[in-house]
């Protein structure tokens, strides 16, 4: 984590990471003011709320409830030695809790991760450099030994060079483009199973998770998949891109190309091909408006469509932006250190996605791998033991269905809440795609977070229902079928292998998955990106490896955004009129009452803000609000209250609000009667909001003014910052 400080009046200080900012000081007896704590006052608190947290998660987990239990620290200190000190936490507990749960807490104070940090004893580097904002240097902590020129590095199956000299390759592309790279946590809590989060410093959204048999070959996931990204501008999709950007040459690539909609808003002549359109417009109502660019919401540039390839007959394609975004989130995008390695990655996963929809969705029962079978890979066969260990039943089966698909499936059970968590892996290799399964099923989880899953299920409606698809492609929370575990398999167990051999086996096994593709009868599209140093491939198979219905390009399409995005960012500045009109189109849009905000206008608010957190719901009853409109206010109050999961703070103002509007809505009550008695409840300064609010004094209670120029906006702007690293990258390379 990037943590910049700031030099304030006298010896306070200004810490600034993520979205929070943290002011220090020293005490008056050291010539500060005293109105903070010390830099060390908060080393402290941290060890005592690190060891808080852990206790927390475990009683969650168990059900236990918090409220007689507390916490304390003292630090006590050598008087010979000021920095030799004891860090004293005593923790009390209920009586009535078990002795196995007063063991599981103390085990739980112990993995403080603060305590483990100091215990460790931490490494400081320190240095000078011409520009902190410039200097790219990474800082990926732990990097692997070996030869980067790869004569004594470690290879590994289905990578084209020596993880070493992927991961330094790699590193310096990253470096070039003036990103750091920071490692926000690993995880190795089953053998042979590492995983890491790795993120831009400067921008936490722009992040990904890397998996692998070793810390090397997880290191190289997460950094392959973070170039992968930024290569297709996945990070950024559904954002507004800023009006500086939207009226550049270019939005998104040097070789995109505008098409204006035809006569009666017809799609555009130029984009899709005749296959597509059979697929994507199967009734003929799309629209060219449909297709409008998210991220520029420039109307009046038409429809901006990118060039892809089409595998039978290497003609290239156009296809818009807008489409791409809405129906494959990240499926068929990979990095790798050659064109054919990065066309095997991303192919594996399109056909890991598909067939695992297909089995989900047909309640597929699967064979298991034979045990003789699991012995040939050992390693393996030791993460799935420790995890037996430690409680949860594992079941291995064969996801090829007979032999067709490059896929595996390792499936954990969970007896202590009864979920299920089904993990799918793919690659030519048999033993890459099952390690790829398990590897899956821990990335980024501890034990505790096993607990999450649901349990299977026997109603078939909301196995196949679309939405569980989605689920199990973001994080494979999805249900499961109960006839998924049925011991009578539906297809043959087969040991298959779909793998190259010598030195071009990743052409081979290319080739080879293409030609699944091509026996199935489907068309592919792929577009590559070079222009960071690696290759990069995107590929769609229409009508196979969409995440999202086709559909949602006319009923759920991000581009809505444009319809509310410039007003609701200039909400302040908005006549009645015009924040009537607002109101009106919120209404008929139909949209969900409890969609955010951010989610709706492609805006990164600070999370901890009331922007952060506003729905649609609380934005029409701010509106109620500032157009006087009491009833119609009061009813959305109460509903916010009833499904109100914002701030106790937020709450309590409605709650407020709720009293002071059905005063104002009787004739036989008077505000002055009760005011003593709520200022004493809610506060003098709430009450003064809540009064201005229903009185149209104050207009957006909680709500900073911002613009289309994103002012103040402190979190959407570091993340627009770093696509402009990318967007100066690509349009430097266009220029030379």
């Not at 010896?11 to 000081?25: C, G, Q, S, W, Y």
Request: one cysteine or more; proline letters at 4%; glycine letters at 8%.
């Amino acid at each position: 984590m990037e943590i910049k400080v700031n030099y304030l009046d006298n010896l306070r200080l200004e810490a600034k990471f993520d979205d929070f900012t943290v002011i220090a000081d020293q005490p008056i007896r050291y010539k500060g003011d005293g109105s903070a704590p010390g830099p060390f006052d908060y080393f402290l608190a941290s060890s005592a709320m690190c060891a808080a947290y852990f206790v927390k998660v475990y009683c969650n987990a168990r059900d236990i409830p918090t409220e007689n239990i507390r916490l304390s620290q003292n630090n006590i200190v050598d008087p010979e030695n000021r920095y030799q000190q004891i860090f004293k936490i005593q923790v009390e507990l209920p009586e009535d809790l078990s002795a196995r749960d007063r063991e599981g807490i103390l085990r739980s104070i112990d993995r403080c991760t603060v305590k483990k940090v100091v215990q460790t004893g931490p490494e400081f580097q320190i240095e000078v450099v011409e520009n902190i904002d410039e200097d790219a240097q990474a800082l990926l902590l732990g990097k692997p030994t070996g030869d980067a020129t790869g004569e004594n590095g470690t290879w590994i199956e289905g990578k084209d060079l020596p993880l070493e000299q992927t991961i330094a390759n790699m590193t310096k592309m990253l470096a070039d483009l003036g990103m750091k790279i920071e490692i926000a946590s690993w995880r190795n809590i089953v053998p042979h199973v590492w995983s890491l989060h790795v993120r831009d410093a400067a921008s936490p959204m722009c992040f990904t998770n890397g998996k692998g048999a070793t810390k090397e070959s997880a290191l190289c996931s997460a950094l392959g998949e973070f170039i992968e990204r930024l290569s297709c501008n996945f990070f950024y999709n559904d954002q507004f891109f800023g009006e500086e950007i939207a009226g550049s040459r270019f939005v998104h690539y040097p070789c995109e190309e505008w098409f204006q909609p035809g006569p009666n808003d017809a799609l555009p002549a130029g984009i899709l091909d005749d296959y597509t359109r059979k697929i994507y417009d199967p009734d003929g109502e799309l629209r060219g408006s449909h297709l409008f660019d998210t991220n520029s919401g420039r109307t009046e540039r038409g429809v901006v469509a990118l060039p892809f390839v089409r595998r039978s007959d290497g003609e290239t394609v156009y296809f818009p932006s807008n489409l791409i975004e809405n129906l494959y989130l990240s499926n068929g995008m990979s990095a790798g250190n050659t064109l054919q390695e990065a066309q095997v990655q991303c192919l594996s996963e399109i056909f890991e996605r598909a067939v695992k929809r297909r089995i989900i969705e047909e309640e597929i029962a699967l064979p298991d791998v034979p045990l003789a079978v699991l012995r040939k890979h050992p390693a393996i066969l030791e993460g799935i033991e420790a995890l037996e260990a430690q409680g949860f039943p594992i079941l291995v089966k064969d996801a090829s269905l007979g032999g067709q698909f490059p896929v595996m499936c390792v499936t954990l059970m969970n007896p202590k809440t009864g979920g299920v968590f089904a993990c799918f892996g793919a690659h030519p290799s048999f033993h890459v795609a099952l390690e790829r399964s398990l590897t899956e099923l821990m990335q980024g989880r501890s034990f505790e977070g096993l607990n999450d899953f649901l349990p299977p299920t026997f109603n078939s409606l909301a196995v196949a229902e679309p939405n569980n698809y989605v689920e199990h492609f973001i994080d494979s929370s999805g249900v499961v079928s109960w006839r998924f575990f049925s011991s009578k398999a539906d297809v043959e167990f087969v040991e298959w292998d779909f793998s190259g051999s010598g030195s071009s086996s990743t052409g081979q096994e290319a080739a080879g998955l293409f030609r699944i593709l091509e026996e199935l009868g489907l068309e592919s599209y792929m577009m590559v990106h070079e222009d960071l140093g690696a290759p990069v491939c995107r590929i769609l198979v229409p009508g196979y490896s969409e995440v999202y219905p086709v559909e949602d390009l006319i009923w759920d399409n991000t581009n809505k955004a444009l319809l509310f995005r410039e007003d609701i960012l200039n909400l302040h500045e908005l006549s009645d009129d015009r924040l009537a009109d607002l109101l009106e189109r919120l209404e008929e849009s139909q949209i969900d009452d409890h969609e955010d905000i951010f989610n709706l206008i492609g805006i990164e608010f600070d999370e901890n803000t009331v922007w952060g957190q506003l729905t649609i719901l609380e934005l029409k009853l701010l509106i109620n609000l500032a157009l006087g409109q009491q009833e119609e206010a009061l009813d959305r109050a109460q509903m916010f209250l009833q499904y109100n999961n914002n701030t106790v703070e937020r709450g309590l103002f409605y709650q407020a609000v709720c009293a002071v509007l059905e005063i104002a809505l009787d004739d036989e009550l008077e505000l002055d009667d009760y005011l003593y008695n709520f200022k004493r409840m809610f506060g003098e300064e709430t009450m003064n909001a809540v009064v201005g609010s229903v009185n149209g004094d104050v207009r957006f209670h909680g709500l900073s003014p911002t613009n289309m120029r994103l002012e103040g906006l402190d979190r959407h702007q570091r993340l627009i910052e770093s696509y402009r690293k990318l967007h100066a990258h690509r349009a430097a390379l266009s220029e030379g």
